[in-house]
């Protein structure tokens, strides 16, 4: 097994990660696997995450691929009975369930006369069954996981961490609904800190800034390869001038879940931006 990066030892601790067939949460359970713990990846679809868990077996961890729908608490908690079975009860839980829907996004980033009654997709166009899709997957996706995993910490303690974002903190055009969805995340980890405070159960969340995944792939780079203007916009808004690598969480992560070296914190939403949050654009 590699050797994690800030030597946090989470042997004998079984860790369950949502969304783990993406590239940031799959990246997470491996790095929660090099740290001992025993990781349950959980997705829509098994491909993936059958994958991912294989390598991480190969590594030398522990791993199982476990198919569920973050929206269907039934089979939450048969995966959560099947996992106390076969791994033993949660400690950690990584809420990385989440996205946007194309339905929710508008063409422009500001409107312009004449763009309500354009063939272009305003503000006045957003379906609302998209908006609700989205509002849905990102707060009710990581409700009901809490709901059913929690429960499983309540004699022992526990950490759970969710997967807010930047736009939370500032809204990016084009995304309201997925904007506001994060910041309701971010507003829920704070209630939740509060809420579990009192049986051990600590709550935090990472806020990634840019990072480069198949989910915003096209809105980054044109099909040649070369970077979209929003790319331009983005790096240009960013001190570092990056994009972030998926490995770089991987502290935040691990510092967050280390009940030694952040015992006395909870309810934090923690930025990983290259100083995206910290410039005024001037």
């Given at each position: 097994?590699?050797?994690?990066?800030?030597?946090?030892?989470?042997?004998?601790?079984?860790?369950?990660?949502?969304?783990?067939?993406?590239?940031?949460?799959?990246?997470?359970?491996?790095?929660?696997?090099?740290?001992?713990?025993?990781?349950?990846?959980?997705?829509?679809?098994?491909?993936?995450?059958?994958?991912?868990?294989?390598?991480?077996?190969?590594?030398?961890?522990?791993?199982?691929?476990?198919?569920?729908?973050?929206?269907?608490?039934?089979?939450?908690?048969?995966?959560?009975?099947?996992?106390?079975?076969?791994?033993?009860?949660?400690?950690?839980?990584?809420?990385?369930?989440?996205?946007?829907?194309?339905?929710?996004?508008?063409?422009?980033?500001?409107?312009?006369?004449?763009?309500?009654?354009?063939?272009?997709?305003?503000?006045?166009?957003?379906?609302?069954?998209?908006?609700?899709?989205?509002?849905?997957?990102?707060?009710?996706?990581?409700?009901?996981?809490?709901?059913?995993?929690?429960?499983?910490?309540?004699?022992?303690?526990?950490?759970?961490?969710?997967?807010?974002?930047?736009?939370?903190?500032?809204?990016?055009?084009?995304?309201?609904?997925?904007?506001?969805?994060?910041?309701?995340?971010?507003?829920?980890?704070?209630?939740?800190?509060?809420?579990?405070?009192?049986?051990?159960?600590?709550?935090?969340?990472?806020?990634?800034?840019?990072?480069?995944?198949?989910?915003?792939?096209?809105?980054?780079?044109?099909?040649?390869?070369?970077?979209?203007?929003?790319?331009?916009?983005i790096l240009a808004a960013t001190p570092m001038d990056r994009f972030g690598?998926?490995?770089?969480?991987?502290?935040?992560?691990?510092?967050?879940?280390?009940?030694?070296?952040?015992?006395?914190?909870?309810?934090?939403?923690?930025?990983?931006?290259?100083?995206?949050?910290?410039?005024?654009?001037?």
């Amino acid at each position: 097994m590699m050797k994690n990066v800030l030597d946090t030892d989470l042997t004998g601790k079984v860790a369950v990660v949502t969304g783990a067939g993406g590239v940031l949460c799959s990246q997470m359970a491996k790095v929660l696997a090099r740290a001992g713990a025993k990781v349950a990846l959980l997705n829509r679809s098994e491909e993936a995450i059958n994958q991912y868990a294989a390598e991480i077996n190969a590594e030398g961890g522990i791993a199982r691929a476990y198919k569920a729908n973050v929206l269907d608490r039934a089979a939450l908690e048969a995966v959560a009975a099947q996992i106390l079975e076969e791994l033993g009860p949660c400690d950690i839980l990584v809420n990385g369930a989440g996205g946007n829907n194309h339905k929710a996004t508008t063409d422009k980033e500001y409107y312009e006369p004449g763009d309500v009654d354009a063939e272009t997709k305003s503000f006045f166009d957003l379906d609302e069954e998209g908006v609700n899709a989205v509002f849905t997957l990102n707060f009710s996706g990581t409700l009901l996981p809490t709901q059913v995993f929690a429960q499983q910490m309540l004699d022992r303690g526990g950490n759970i961490i969710n997967i807010s974002s930047m736009n939370a903190f500032t809204p990016l055009t084009k995304i309201p609904a997925y904007s506001g969805a994060k910041a309701a995340i971010s507003n829920f980890t704070q209630w939740l800190a509060v809420h579990f405070s009192k049986v051990g159960i600590r709550v935090n969340a990472i806020a990634p800034g840019f990072f480069s995944t198949k989910q915003n792939a096209k809105l980054l780079w044109n099909e040649d390869g070369t970077p979209t203007a929003r790319t331009k916009k983005i790096l240009a808004a960013t001190p570092m001038d990056r994009f972030g690598k998926t490995e770089e969480l991987d502290g935040a992560l691990l510092f967050l879940v280390n009940d030694q070296a952040a015992g006395f914190i909870t309810g934090v939403v923690l930025p990983v931006d290259g100083g995206f949050a910290a410039y005024s654009g001037v």
